[in-house]
């Protein structure tokens, strides 16, 4: 019954930003840890973002801090992904996935998780 939904992706300019999102159907947010993930063709899977729902942590790669912002809206069952100044190097399929509580909110956690959405493609171009 779990699905997550990403959307939000397009095209955009370097310099740009975009907005993406990921709806969560059959279950909320609360206690919950929030991850977003992007790969590019050719590359790994790299972890982004993530926010522990419970208490408010966030955590950001180096390659995006100061640039993009993860926040969550426990009423919409939804997750963002703010993405401001976005360069070339930020094109990719850009996914979420989630996990329950009970552990450390991490993205070694998260990719072991059965609940991703199908991605949202985000092309930066110059």
């Known amino acids: 019954q779990v699905q997550l939904v990403e959307s939000g992706g397009g095209s955009v300019q370097a310099g740009g930003s975009l907005r993406l999102s990921c709806r969560a159907s059959?279950?909320?947010?609360?206690?919950?840890?929030w991850g977003w993930f992007r790969q590019a063709p050719g590359k790994e899977r790299e972890g982004v973002a993530r926010?522990?729902?419970?208490?408010?942590?966030?955590y950001y790669d180096d390659s995006v801090k100061g640039r993009f912002t993860i926040s969550h809206d426990n009423a919409a069952n939804t997750v963002y992904l703010q993405m401001n100044s976005l360069k070339l190097e930020d094109t990719a399929m850009y996914y979420c996935?989630?996990?329950?509580?009970?552990?450390?909110?991490?993205?070694?956690?998260?990719?072991?998780?059965?609940?991703w959405g199908q991605g949202t493609q985000v092309t930066v171009s110059s």
């Open positions: 996935a989630t996990v329950g509580g009970g552990g450390v909110c991490q993205f070694r956690a998260l990719r072991k998780s059965a609940y």
């Open positions: 059959g279950f909320t947010y609360n206690g919950y840890c």
């Open positions: 926010i522990d729902t419970d208490n408010g942590a966030t």
